[in-house]
């Protein structure tokens, strides 16, 4: 029996539209997380601080946590892809 990858149908070779939407919703979560996070930081640049010491400030850790959402969201579609691979092996 020949392996198929983890996000093929088995029975009729075409996309498993159900797990790939499974697979997306903690991604799409993880993205939301990191995005709404920075967005507040820039909202107090926007709206308060300006062109200032302080709106430099936090555009910078506006910046920070989207490198570290982007670091965090690319080792979990990293860790996940291994997980599957596996599964798919021990199937």
């Known amino acids: 029996m020949s392996s198929t990858g983890p996000f093929i149908d088995p029975e ?9 939407l499974t697979e997306a919703y ?3 979560g993880l993205i939301v997380l990191f995005a ?20 430099s400030l936090f555009t910078l850790v506006a910046q920070g946590i989207l490198a570290v959402g982007t670091g965090i969201v690319l080792m979990y579609v ?3 892809g291994i997980q ?5 092996e021990v199937k």
Not at 84 to 88: N, R, Y
């Open 12 to 20: 009729t070779s075409e996309l498993d539209t159900d797990q790939i």
């Open 36 to 55: 709404g996070l920075a967005l507040i930081p820039f909202l107090i640049v926007l709206l308060f601080a300006g062109n200032s010491l302080i709106g």
């Open 26 to 28: 903690p991604l799409i």
């Open 78 to 80: 990293i860790a996940r």
């Open 84 to 88: 599957l691979s596996q599964a798919d």
